[in-house]
Protein backbone atom coordinates (compact mmCIF):
# COMPACT_ATOMS: atom_id res chain seq x y z
CA UNK A 1 0.00 0.00 0.00
CA UNK A 2 1.39 3.33 -1.14
CA UNK A 3 1.69 5.91 1.02
CA UNK A 4 0.58 9.84 0.07
CA UNK A 5 3.37 11.08 -0.16
CA UNK A 6 4.41 7.83 -2.61
CA UNK A 7 1.33 8.63 -4.21
CA UNK A 8 2.03 12.05 -4.82
CA UNK A 9 5.53 11.50 -6.41
CA UNK A 10 4.36 8.92 -8.62
CA UNK A 11 1.40 11.16 -10.10
CA UNK A 12 4.28 13.86 -10.68
CA UNK A 13 6.10 11.92 -12.25
CA UNK A 14 3.37 11.08 -14.54
CA UNK A 15 2.91 14.93 -15.65
CA UNK A 16 6.29 14.49 -16.84
CA UNK A 17 6.75 14.15 -20.76
CA UNK A 18 8.95 11.35 -22.54
CA UNK A 19 11.54 14.22 -23.08
CA UNK A 20 11.67 17.17 -21.58
CA UNK A 21 13.99 19.76 -19.06
CA UNK A 22 13.26 20.10 -15.88
CA UNK A 23 13.95 22.15 -12.87
CA UNK A 24 14.56 20.64 -9.91
CA UNK A 25 15.18 21.20 -6.07
CA UNK A 26 15.76 18.29 -3.82
CA UNK A 27 13.55 16.31 -2.04
CA UNK A 28 9.82 15.12 -3.45
CA UNK A 29 11.04 17.15 -7.11
CA UNK A 30 13.65 14.97 -7.76
CA UNK A 31 12.40 11.81 -6.76
CA UNK A 32 9.42 12.56 -9.05
CA UNK A 33 11.58 13.67 -12.17
CA UNK A 34 14.05 10.46 -11.35
CA UNK A 35 11.04 8.12 -11.24
CA UNK A 36 9.65 9.60 -14.67
CA UNK A 37 13.54 9.10 -16.13
CA UNK A 38 13.71 5.52 -14.85
CA UNK A 39 10.33 4.81 -15.92
CA UNK A 40 8.49 6.58 -19.19
CA UNK A 41 10.59 9.47 -19.57
CA UNK A 42 14.12 8.48 -20.54
CA UNK A 43 14.84 11.78 -21.97
CA UNK A 44 14.38 14.15 -19.10
CA UNK A 45 17.16 15.92 -18.83
CA UNK A 46 17.66 17.30 -14.72
CA UNK A 47 18.60 21.07 -14.41
CA UNK A 48 19.84 22.14 -11.17
CA UNK A 49 20.37 25.75 -9.41
CA UNK A 50 23.65 25.10 -8.58
CA UNK A 51 24.75 24.43 -12.53
CA UNK A 52 24.32 20.69 -12.67
CA UNK A 53 22.91 19.58 -16.34
CA UNK A 54 21.57 15.96 -16.92
CA UNK A 55 23.11 14.13 -14.00
CA UNK A 56 22.83 10.22 -13.92
CA UNK A 57 23.96 10.20 -10.17
CA UNK A 58 25.47 6.85 -8.42
CA UNK A 59 24.87 5.92 -4.70
CA UNK A 60 21.97 8.34 -3.60
CA UNK A 61 20.22 11.01 -4.94
CA UNK A 62 21.69 14.70 -4.46
CA UNK A 63 20.53 15.95 -1.02
CA UNK A 64 21.85 19.70 -2.25
CA UNK A 65 20.97 21.34 -5.74
CA UNK A 66 24.95 22.38 -6.01
CA UNK A 67 26.54 18.83 -4.52
CA UNK A 68 28.53 17.13 -7.32
CA UNK A 69 26.18 14.39 -7.55
CA UNK A 70 23.70 16.83 -9.47
CA UNK A 71 26.20 16.38 -12.59
CA UNK A 72 27.50 12.96 -12.04
CA UNK A 73 27.68 11.36 -15.37
CA UNK A 74 26.15 14.14 -16.71
CA UNK A 75 26.13 16.85 -19.63
CA UNK A 76 27.64 19.92 -18.45
CA UNK A 77 28.10 22.00 -15.18
CA UNK A 78 28.32 25.40 -14.99
CA UNK A 79 27.54 28.35 -13.03
CA UNK A 80 23.72 29.69 -11.44
CA UNK A 81 24.23 32.23 -14.60
CA UNK A 82 23.88 29.63 -16.86
CA UNK A 83 21.25 27.37 -16.03
CA UNK A 84 19.03 30.40 -15.12
CA UNK A 85 19.55 32.26 -17.86
CA UNK A 86 18.55 28.91 -19.81
CA UNK A 87 15.63 29.43 -17.73
CA UNK A 88 14.96 32.66 -18.57
CA UNK A 89 15.48 32.02 -22.46
CA UNK A 90 12.85 29.56 -22.81
CA UNK A 91 14.92 26.37 -22.48
CA UNK A 92 13.30 24.23 -19.44
CA UNK A 93 9.67 23.96 -19.92
CA UNK A 94 8.91 22.34 -16.67
CA UNK A 95 9.86 23.12 -12.93
CA UNK A 96 8.78 21.95 -10.35
CA UNK A 97 7.65 24.24 -6.66
CA UNK A 98 5.94 23.79 -3.00
CA UNK A 99 5.03 26.27 -0.61
CA UNK A 100 3.41 27.13 3.08
CA UNK A 101 0.54 28.62 1.36
CA UNK A 102 -1.20 28.64 -2.14
CA UNK A 103 -3.99 30.68 -3.34
CA UNK A 104 -6.70 30.05 -5.85
CA UNK A 105 -4.51 31.30 -9.01
CA UNK A 106 -1.71 29.22 -8.12
CA UNK A 107 0.47 31.93 -6.54
CA UNK A 108 2.77 30.36 -3.55
CA UNK A 109 4.13 31.53 -0.37
CA UNK A 110 7.78 30.31 0.80
CA UNK A 111 8.69 33.53 2.22
CA UNK A 112 6.76 34.18 5.91
CA UNK A 113 3.29 33.32 8.19
CA UNK A 114 1.79 36.42 9.25
CA UNK A 115 3.60 39.77 8.91
CA UNK A 116 6.74 40.78 6.72
CA UNK A 117 8.34 42.93 9.37
CA UNK A 118 6.96 40.68 12.27
CA UNK A 119 7.00 37.32 11.36
CA UNK A 120 5.03 34.64 13.00
CA UNK A 121 7.15 31.68 10.99
CA UNK A 122 9.91 32.92 8.80
CA UNK A 123 10.20 30.27 6.45
CA UNK A 124 13.44 30.24 3.66
CA UNK A 125 12.45 32.73 1.39
CA UNK A 126 11.78 32.26 -2.69
CA UNK A 127 15.36 31.11 -3.38
CA UNK A 128 14.81 29.35 -6.73
CA UNK A 129 10.91 29.07 -5.99
CA UNK A 130 10.17 32.91 -7.86
CA UNK A 131 12.65 32.63 -10.99
CA UNK A 132 11.35 28.81 -11.47
CA UNK A 133 7.57 30.03 -11.27
CA UNK A 134 8.64 33.06 -13.58
CA UNK A 135 10.57 31.52 -16.13
CA UNK A 136 9.69 28.03 -16.73
CA UNK A 137 6.64 26.87 -18.94
CA UNK A 138 4.93 24.58 -16.73
CA UNK A 139 5.41 24.27 -13.18
CA UNK A 140 4.57 21.55 -10.84
CA UNK A 141 3.60 22.63 -7.32
CA UNK A 142 3.70 19.54 -5.01
CA UNK A 143 2.48 20.35 -1.37
CA UNK A 144 0.32 18.66 1.37
CA UNK A 145 -3.30 20.15 1.03
CA UNK A 146 -5.78 22.18 3.99
CA UNK A 147 -7.16 24.99 5.25
CA UNK A 148 -3.89 26.24 6.57
CA UNK A 149 -2.41 26.04 2.87
CA UNK A 150 -4.94 26.46 0.53
CA UNK A 151 -6.07 30.20 1.56
CA UNK A 152 -7.91 33.08 0.12
CA UNK A 153 -5.25 35.29 0.18
CA UNK A 154 -1.42 34.50 0.59
CA UNK A 155 0.43 35.94 4.06
CA UNK A 156 3.15 36.91 1.33
CA UNK A 157 3.48 35.84 -2.64
CA UNK A 158 6.75 34.45 -3.16
CA UNK A 159 6.40 33.12 -6.31
CA UNK A 160 3.78 34.08 -8.99
CA UNK A 161 1.13 31.98 -10.43
CA UNK A 162 -1.70 33.36 -12.22
CA UNK A 163 -1.85 36.81 -10.30
CA UNK A 164 -5.27 38.10 -10.01
CA UNK A 165 -5.82 36.03 -13.10
CA UNK A 166 -6.33 35.94 -16.75
CA UNK A 167 -3.71 37.68 -18.87
CA UNK A 168 -1.96 38.97 -15.72
CA UNK A 169 1.20 36.91 -15.97
CA UNK A 170 1.78 39.05 -19.63
CA UNK A 171 0.08 42.18 -18.23
CA UNK A 172 3.19 42.55 -15.12
CA UNK A 173 5.52 41.41 -17.60
CA UNK A 174 6.56 37.95 -16.51
CA UNK A 175 7.53 35.46 -20.17
CA UNK A 176 4.38 34.57 -21.84
CA UNK A 177 2.53 30.92 -22.24
CA UNK A 178 4.21 30.43 -18.55
CA UNK A 179 2.63 29.40 -15.60
CA UNK A 180 1.55 26.72 -13.09
CA UNK A 181 0.43 23.57 -14.71
CA UNK A 182 -0.82 21.36 -12.03
CA UNK A 183 -0.69 21.04 -8.38
CA UNK A 184 -1.02 17.56 -6.70
CA UNK A 185 -1.41 16.92 -2.90
CA UNK A 186 -2.56 13.85 -0.77
CA UNK A 187 -6.44 14.88 -1.96
CA UNK A 188 -6.17 15.51 -5.51
CA UNK A 189 -4.64 16.43 -8.77
CA UNK A 190 -5.47 20.14 -9.64
CA UNK A 191 -5.07 22.29 -13.50
CA UNK A 192 -6.03 25.93 -14.01
CA UNK A 193 -9.62 26.48 -16.07
CA UNK A 194 -8.68 28.64 -19.08
CA UNK A 195 -11.07 31.20 -18.63
CA UNK A 196 -10.73 32.07 -14.93
CA UNK A 197 -6.83 30.48 -14.30
CA UNK A 198 -8.36 29.40 -11.11
CA UNK A 199 -7.57 25.75 -9.55
CA UNK A 200 -9.75 23.12 -10.69
CA UNK A 201 -9.98 19.27 -9.59
CA UNK A 202 -8.89 17.37 -12.22
CA UNK A 203 -8.78 14.08 -10.71
CA UNK A 204 -8.90 12.44 -6.99
CA UNK A 205 -6.60 10.21 -5.29
CA UNK A 206 -8.95 6.89 -3.95
CA UNK A 207 -10.19 7.29 -0.24
CA UNK A 208 -10.99 10.99 -0.72
CA UNK A 209 -14.49 12.58 -1.80
CA UNK A 210 -15.23 15.79 -3.70
CA UNK A 211 -15.84 17.17 -0.25
CA UNK A 212 -12.31 16.96 1.00
CA UNK A 213 -11.50 18.75 -1.88
CA UNK A 214 -13.42 21.84 -0.66
CA UNK A 215 -13.37 21.08 2.63
CA UNK A 216 -9.48 21.17 2.84
CA UNK A 217 -9.39 24.38 1.02
CA UNK A 218 -10.01 28.36 2.00
CA UNK A 219 -11.39 28.89 -1.64
CA UNK A 220 -13.64 27.54 -4.00
CA UNK A 221 -12.27 24.60 -6.06
CA UNK A 222 -14.08 24.09 -9.27
CA UNK A 223 -14.63 20.21 -10.36
CA UNK A 224 -14.06 19.88 -13.67
CA UNK A 225 -16.77 17.95 -15.74
CA UNK A 226 -14.78 14.99 -16.27
CA UNK A 227 -12.93 14.31 -13.47
CA UNK A 228 -11.50 11.03 -12.36
CA UNK A 229 -9.87 8.94 -10.17
CA UNK A 230 -6.22 8.54 -10.43
CA UNK A 231 -4.88 5.47 -10.97
CA UNK A 232 -2.99 3.45 -8.28
CA UNK A 233 0.69 3.37 -8.41
CA UNK A 234 1.70 -0.21 -10.35
CA UNK A 235 4.18 -2.09 -8.41
CA UNK A 236 6.90 -0.94 -11.32
CA UNK A 237 6.48 2.67 -10.16
CA UNK A 238 6.30 1.73 -5.99
CA UNK A 239 9.62 -0.37 -6.42
CA UNK A 240 11.46 2.15 -9.00
CA UNK A 241 10.46 5.05 -6.24
CA UNK A 242 11.51 3.00 -3.12
CA UNK A 243 14.66 2.07 -5.23
CA UNK A 244 15.76 5.67 -5.39
CA UNK A 245 15.32 6.40 -1.56
CA UNK A 246 16.55 3.18 0.31
CA UNK A 247 16.96 4.75 3.70
CA UNK A 248 13.51 7.05 3.39
CA UNK A 249 15.61 10.44 3.44
CA UNK A 250 12.36 11.89 1.61
CA UNK A 251 10.02 9.14 1.57
CA UNK A 252 10.06 8.16 5.56
CA UNK B 1 9.27 57.54 -25.78
CA UNK B 2 10.25 58.26 -22.35
CA UNK B 3 10.94 55.58 -20.22
CA UNK B 4 8.92 55.43 -17.20
CA UNK B 5 10.47 54.87 -13.76
CA UNK B 6 7.84 53.34 -11.44
CA UNK B 7 8.98 54.04 -7.94
CA UNK B 8 7.99 50.93 -5.72
CA UNK B 9 6.11 51.17 -2.57
CA UNK B 10 9.03 49.71 -0.79
CA UNK B 11 11.87 50.27 -2.62
CA UNK B 12 15.26 48.67 -0.17
CA UNK B 13 18.37 49.70 -1.77
CA UNK B 14 21.34 47.93 0.15
CA UNK B 15 25.12 47.28 -0.57
CA UNK B 16 24.57 49.57 -3.76
CA UNK B 17 27.36 51.88 -5.41
CA UNK B 18 27.34 54.17 -8.18
CA UNK B 19 29.72 52.21 -10.74
CA UNK B 20 32.28 55.52 -10.48
CA UNK B 21 32.63 55.26 -6.97
CA UNK B 22 33.49 51.62 -7.24
CA UNK B 23 35.98 51.72 -9.76
CA UNK B 24 37.82 54.93 -7.87
CA UNK B 25 37.70 52.38 -4.98
CA UNK B 26 38.99 49.58 -7.52
CA UNK B 27 42.08 52.16 -8.34
CA UNK B 28 42.65 52.40 -5.03
CA UNK B 29 42.57 49.21 -3.20
CA UNK B 30 43.17 46.39 -5.64
CA UNK B 31 46.73 46.19 -7.27
CA UNK B 32 47.89 44.69 -10.39
CA UNK B 33 51.19 44.05 -8.66
CA UNK B 34 51.45 40.05 -8.00
CA UNK B 35 52.24 40.18 -4.35
CA UNK B 36 52.24 37.15 -2.39
CA UNK B 37 49.01 37.38 -0.20
CA UNK B 38 49.29 34.41 2.04
CA UNK B 39 47.92 34.51 5.42
CA UNK B 40 46.62 32.93 8.30
CA UNK B 41 43.26 32.59 8.69
CA UNK B 42 43.35 34.83 11.90
CA UNK B 43 44.80 37.66 10.28
CA UNK B 44 42.45 37.40 7.29
CA UNK B 45 39.40 37.57 8.77
CA UNK B 46 40.93 40.62 11.31
CA UNK B 47 41.78 42.41 8.32
CA UNK B 48 39.09 42.02 6.19
CA UNK B 49 35.74 41.58 8.29
CA UNK B 50 34.82 44.51 10.55
CA UNK B 51 31.99 45.20 12.69
CA UNK B 52 28.74 46.15 10.98
CA UNK B 53 30.15 44.81 7.39
CA UNK B 54 28.06 43.57 4.26
CA UNK B 55 29.80 39.95 3.74
CA UNK B 56 28.93 37.36 1.41
CA UNK B 57 29.81 33.53 1.34
CA UNK B 58 31.03 31.12 -1.75
CA UNK B 59 30.04 28.50 -2.87
CA UNK B 60 25.75 27.52 -2.69
CA UNK B 61 24.07 25.71 -0.49
CA UNK B 62 25.80 23.63 1.90
CA UNK B 63 28.22 22.98 -0.72
CA UNK B 64 32.04 24.62 -0.98
CA UNK B 65 31.52 26.98 1.58
CA UNK B 66 34.42 28.82 4.05
CA UNK B 67 33.10 27.10 7.24
CA UNK B 68 36.82 27.71 8.22
CA UNK B 69 36.31 31.25 8.30
CA UNK B 70 33.33 31.26 9.48
CA UNK B 71 34.55 29.63 12.83
CA UNK B 72 37.16 32.24 12.90
CA UNK B 73 34.28 35.25 12.22
CA UNK B 74 32.72 33.62 15.19
CA UNK B 75 35.87 33.04 17.69
CA UNK B 76 36.68 36.88 16.83
CA UNK B 77 33.51 37.76 17.97
CA UNK B 78 33.30 40.12 14.60
CA UNK B 79 29.27 41.30 14.86
CA UNK B 80 26.47 43.27 13.64
CA UNK B 81 26.86 41.51 10.43
CA UNK B 82 24.82 41.78 7.25
CA UNK B 83 24.68 38.85 5.54
CA UNK B 84 23.70 38.30 1.90
CA UNK B 85 21.81 35.17 1.65
CA UNK B 86 22.11 34.23 -2.09
CA UNK B 87 21.18 30.40 -1.90
CA UNK B 88 23.22 30.32 1.39
CA UNK B 89 22.21 27.47 4.26
CA UNK B 90 24.97 26.48 6.65
CA UNK B 91 27.41 28.97 6.72
CA UNK B 92 25.18 31.83 7.47
CA UNK B 93 23.01 29.94 9.21
CA UNK B 94 25.96 28.99 11.83
CA UNK B 95 26.83 32.74 12.52
CA UNK B 96 23.18 33.25 12.51
CA UNK B 97 23.09 31.43 15.47
CA UNK B 98 26.17 32.31 16.94
CA UNK B 99 24.76 36.27 17.58
CA UNK B 100 26.74 37.27 14.61
CA UNK B 101 24.67 38.55 12.35
CA UNK B 102 22.04 41.43 12.79
CA UNK B 103 20.82 42.09 9.18
CA UNK B 104 20.12 39.92 5.62
CA UNK B 105 19.13 40.26 2.40
CA UNK B 106 17.39 37.09 2.06
CA UNK B 107 17.22 35.06 -1.36
CA UNK B 108 17.47 31.36 0.54
CA UNK B 109 18.19 30.95 3.89
CA UNK B 110 16.58 29.66 7.48
CA UNK B 111 16.36 25.67 5.95
CA UNK B 112 18.76 22.98 4.69
CA UNK B 113 16.90 21.35 2.19
CA UNK B 114 16.01 18.20 2.90
CA UNK B 115 17.33 18.02 6.49
CA UNK B 116 14.39 20.54 7.29
CA UNK B 117 14.13 24.02 8.47
CA UNK B 118 16.95 25.87 10.51
CA UNK B 119 15.92 26.96 13.93
CA UNK B 120 18.24 28.82 14.80
CA UNK B 121 18.35 31.45 12.14
CA UNK B 122 14.60 31.39 12.21
CA UNK B 123 14.15 32.36 15.42
CA UNK B 124 16.27 34.95 15.26
CA UNK B 125 14.07 36.82 12.89
CA UNK B 126 11.52 35.80 14.49
CA UNK B 127 12.32 37.39 17.87
CA UNK B 128 13.26 40.20 16.19
CA UNK B 129 17.84 39.46 17.10
CA UNK B 130 18.41 39.64 13.04
CA UNK B 131 16.26 41.98 10.34
CA UNK B 132 15.26 40.86 7.14
CA UNK B 133 16.02 43.56 5.08
CA UNK B 134 15.24 42.63 1.59
CA UNK B 135 13.65 40.03 -0.16
CA UNK B 136 14.98 38.67 -3.59
CA UNK B 137 15.29 35.16 -5.43
CA UNK B 138 18.08 33.19 -6.06
CA UNK B 139 18.79 34.41 -9.85
CA UNK B 140 17.98 38.12 -8.51
CA UNK B 141 20.51 38.14 -6.36
CA UNK B 142 23.27 36.43 -8.62
CA UNK B 143 22.63 38.93 -11.21
CA UNK B 144 22.67 41.64 -8.79
CA UNK B 145 26.31 40.34 -8.80
CA UNK B 146 26.88 40.20 -12.20
CA UNK B 147 26.07 43.52 -12.83
CA UNK B 148 28.69 44.90 -9.81
CA UNK B 149 31.18 42.87 -12.05
CA UNK B 150 30.10 44.14 -15.30
CA UNK B 151 30.33 48.09 -13.52
CA UNK B 152 26.64 48.64 -14.43
CA UNK B 153 24.49 49.69 -11.75
CA UNK B 154 21.58 47.59 -12.89
CA UNK B 155 21.28 44.40 -14.49
CA UNK B 156 17.53 43.28 -16.39
CA UNK B 157 15.78 40.18 -15.70
CA UNK B 158 12.01 39.07 -16.32
CA UNK B 159 12.19 37.16 -13.45
CA UNK B 160 9.81 37.49 -10.00
CA UNK B 161 7.61 40.21 -11.62
CA UNK B 162 4.18 41.03 -10.00
CA UNK B 163 5.51 39.24 -6.52
CA UNK B 164 6.20 40.49 -3.02
CA UNK B 165 9.10 39.31 -3.52
CA UNK B 166 10.01 42.22 -5.82
CA UNK B 167 8.22 44.53 -3.74
CA UNK B 168 10.24 43.70 -0.93
CA UNK B 169 13.59 44.04 -2.97
CA UNK B 170 15.28 46.85 -4.27
CA UNK B 171 15.00 45.92 -7.34
CA UNK B 172 12.79 48.76 -10.10
CA UNK B 173 10.38 47.99 -12.81
CA UNK B 174 10.80 50.11 -15.95
CA UNK B 175 8.77 49.81 -19.27
CA UNK B 176 11.73 47.82 -21.62
CA UNK B 177 12.08 50.67 -24.55
CA UNK B 178 12.42 47.77 -27.11
CA UNK B 179 9.78 45.47 -25.86
CA UNK B 180 7.45 48.23 -24.32
CA UNK B 181 6.76 45.92 -21.49
CA UNK B 182 7.33 45.78 -18.07
CA UNK B 183 11.12 44.67 -16.99
CA UNK B 184 13.01 44.64 -13.81
CA UNK B 185 16.25 46.20 -12.92
CA UNK B 186 17.67 45.04 -10.10
CA UNK B 187 20.26 46.87 -8.45
CA UNK B 188 23.94 45.60 -8.53
CA UNK B 189 25.09 44.64 -5.49
CA UNK B 190 28.90 45.33 -3.78
CA UNK B 191 29.55 43.56 -0.04
CA UNK B 192 32.38 44.60 1.94
CA UNK B 193 33.31 41.28 1.75
CA UNK B 194 33.23 38.01 -0.41
CA UNK B 195 35.00 34.98 1.46
CA UNK B 196 35.22 32.01 -1.40
CA UNK B 197 36.39 28.81 -0.87
CA UNK B 198 38.24 27.10 -3.67
CA UNK B 199 40.10 23.70 -4.93
CA UNK B 200 43.52 25.49 -5.29
CA UNK B 201 44.94 28.77 -5.41
CA UNK B 202 48.45 30.28 -5.96
CA UNK B 203 50.11 32.39 -3.35
CA UNK B 204 48.98 35.38 -5.34
CA UNK B 205 45.17 34.27 -5.21
CA UNK B 206 45.01 32.89 -8.33
CA UNK B 207 41.85 30.32 -8.10
CA UNK B 208 40.96 27.04 -9.48
CA UNK B 209 37.29 25.98 -8.45
CA UNK B 210 36.25 21.89 -10.29
CA UNK B 211 32.71 21.56 -11.06
CA UNK B 212 30.17 24.05 -10.29
CA UNK B 213 31.10 27.85 -9.75
CA UNK B 214 27.81 28.77 -8.56
CA UNK B 215 28.21 32.59 -8.71
CA UNK B 216 31.93 32.84 -7.16
CA UNK B 217 33.06 34.75 -10.14
CA UNK B 218 30.71 37.39 -9.80
CA UNK B 219 30.94 37.80 -6.02
CA UNK B 220 34.73 37.62 -6.28
CA UNK B 221 34.87 41.00 -8.93
CA UNK B 222 32.00 42.58 -6.98
CA UNK B 223 33.24 42.62 -3.23
CA UNK B 224 35.23 45.14 -2.01
CA UNK B 225 37.39 42.79 0.15
CA UNK B 226 37.98 39.50 -0.75
CA UNK B 227 39.08 36.71 0.90
CA UNK B 228 40.05 33.01 -0.81
CA UNK B 229 40.35 29.98 1.39
CA UNK B 230 41.67 26.75 -0.48
CA UNK B 231 41.95 23.59 -0.07
CA UNK B 232 45.95 23.88 -0.80
CA UNK B 233 48.26 26.30 -2.20
CA UNK B 234 49.91 25.08 -5.36
CA UNK B 235 53.12 26.26 -7.18
CA UNK B 236 52.88 29.14 -8.90
CA UNK B 237 53.53 26.67 -11.92
CA UNK B 238 50.16 24.34 -11.59
CA UNK B 239 48.27 27.73 -12.97
CA UNK B 240 50.24 28.80 -15.34
CA UNK B 241 50.59 25.80 -17.00
CA UNK B 242 46.54 25.98 -17.64
CA UNK B 243 44.93 29.68 -17.00
CA UNK B 244 42.57 28.03 -18.63
CA UNK B 245 41.23 26.22 -15.48
CA UNK B 246 41.51 29.92 -13.27
CA UNK B 247 38.18 30.79 -12.33
CA UNK B 248 38.96 33.68 -10.26
CA UNK B 249 42.15 35.64 -10.72
CA UNK B 250 45.05 37.04 -8.22
CA UNK B 251 43.88 40.99 -8.92
CA UNK B 252 40.72 40.59 -7.28
CA UNK B 253 41.68 38.53 -4.31
CA UNK B 254 42.97 40.60 -1.00
CA UNK B 255 44.02 37.43 1.15
CA UNK B 256 44.66 33.87 -0.06
CA UNK B 257 44.59 31.11 3.18
CA UNK B 258 45.35 27.67 2.74
CA UNK B 259 42.60 25.77 4.63
CA UNK B 260 42.41 21.78 4.41
CA UNK B 261 38.99 20.51 4.83
CA UNK B 262 37.54 24.17 5.53
CA UNK B 263 34.22 23.42 3.75
CA UNK B 264 33.81 20.80 6.64
CA UNK B 265 31.06 19.87 7.77
CA UNK B 266 29.55 20.36 4.24
CA UNK B 267 31.35 18.69 0.75
CA UNK B 268 33.29 19.70 -1.87
CA UNK B 269 33.25 18.27 -5.28
CA UNK B 270 35.52 15.85 -5.60
CA UNK B 271 37.02 16.10 -2.53
CA UNK B 272 35.42 15.31 0.51
CA UNK B 273 31.70 14.76 1.11
CA UNK B 274 29.31 15.84 3.34
CA UNK B 275 30.01 14.67 7.40
CA UNK B 276 26.52 13.42 8.15
CA UNK B 277 27.86 11.83 11.78
CA UNK B 278 28.72 15.92 12.29
CA UNK B 279 25.56 17.06 10.52
CA UNK B 280 23.57 15.11 13.17
CA UNK B 281 25.54 16.40 15.87
CA UNK B 282 24.88 19.96 14.88
CA UNK B 283 21.14 19.30 13.68
CA UNK B 284 20.40 17.29 17.27
CA UNK B 285 22.20 20.46 19.25
CA UNK B 286 20.50 23.05 17.15
CA UNK B 287 16.93 22.04 18.14
CA UNK B 288 17.53 24.35 21.44
CA UNK B 289 19.30 27.66 22.09
CA UNK B 290 21.25 25.80 25.49
CA UNK B 291 22.18 23.05 22.48
CA UNK B 292 24.07 25.76 19.95
CA UNK B 293 25.71 27.52 22.85
CA UNK B 294 27.18 23.74 23.76
CA UNK B 295 27.83 23.32 20.51
CA UNK B 296 29.39 26.16 19.71
CA UNK B 297 31.51 26.00 22.96
CA UNK B 298 33.01 22.79 22.25
CA UNK B 299 33.55 22.89 18.02
CA UNK B 300 34.21 26.95 18.02
CA UNK B 301 34.63 29.00 20.17
CA UNK B 302 36.88 25.97 22.49
CA UNK B 303 39.09 25.43 19.79
CA UNK B 304 41.68 27.57 18.79
CA UNK B 305 42.38 27.70 14.86
CA UNK B 306 40.79 25.55 12.30
CA UNK B 307 43.58 22.51 12.85
CA UNK B 308 42.19 22.05 16.21
CA UNK B 309 38.64 22.22 15.08
CA UNK B 310 39.50 19.38 12.62
CA UNK B 311 40.80 17.49 15.44
CA UNK B 312 37.74 17.50 17.63
CA UNK B 313 36.02 16.38 14.41
CA UNK B 314 37.55 13.31 14.42
CA UNK B 315 40.68 14.46 12.64
CA UNK B 316 42.55 11.82 9.87
CA UNK B 317 40.22 9.26 10.73
CA UNK B 318 36.92 10.91 9.71
CA UNK B 319 38.54 13.20 7.20
CA UNK B 320 40.06 10.32 5.71
CA UNK B 321 36.25 8.43 5.53
CA UNK B 322 34.89 12.06 3.95
CA UNK B 323 37.26 11.37 1.45
CA UNK B 324 36.72 7.94 0.68
CA UNK B 325 33.03 8.31 0.09
CA UNK B 326 33.00 11.49 -2.36
CA UNK B 327 35.41 9.52 -4.46
CA UNK B 328 33.17 6.45 -4.03
CA UNK B 329 35.09 4.11 -2.15
CA UNK B 330 32.75 4.10 0.48
CA UNK B 331 28.65 3.87 0.63
CA UNK B 332 27.05 6.94 1.31
CA UNK B 333 26.11 7.12 4.91
CA UNK B 334 22.72 7.50 6.24
CA UNK B 335 21.60 11.43 5.77
CA UNK B 336 20.91 13.51 8.55
CA UNK B 337 18.10 15.19 9.34
CA UNK B 338 16.55 17.46 11.65
CA UNK B 339 15.00 15.31 14.71
CA UNK B 340 12.03 17.45 17.06
Sequence with gaps: MATETEKMIIAASRELPKETAVFVGTGMPLLASVLALNTHSPNILLVYEGGGIGGNPTGRLPIQVSESLTYENGVAVGSMDYVMSLAQAGWIQYGFLGGAQIDAYGNLNTTVIGDWENPKVRLPGSGGGADIASLCERTIILMRQDRKKFVPKLDFLTSPGYLTGPGEREKVGLPANTGPYRVITQIGIYGFDEQTKQMTLLQLFEGYTLDDVQQQSGFPIAISADW????????????????????????? | MTTNIKELEVSKLYGWEHPDTIRAYRQKHKSMAKKDKTTTLAEAVARGVKTGDYVVFGGMGSVRNPLSAVHEIIRQKIDNLTIGTKGSQHDWQLLAAAGNVSKAEVS???????????????????????????????????????????????????????????????????????????VELLPACYPDVAIIHVHRADRY????????????????????????????????????????????????????????????????PTLYSFDEDHWQVWLDASVTDEGVEDYLDTYVRGTKDHFEYLEKIGGVRVLNQLEKIEKKLAP???VAKRRG
Excluded at chain 2, 121 to 126: D, N, P, Q
Design chain 1, 228 to 252: SYVKAPTELELEALHALDPDGVVLA
Design chain 2, 205 to 268: GNCQIDGNIAEDIEIAHAAKFVLVTAEEIVPDEIIQNDPALTKIPFFVVDAVVEAPYGSHPNQV
Design chain 2, 108 to 182: YGFADEVRGLARPARSAVESGRIKVLSETTNAAFQWRFTAAMKGLSFYPTRSALGTDTLQYSGSKTITDPFTNEP
Design chain 2, 332 to 334: YPK
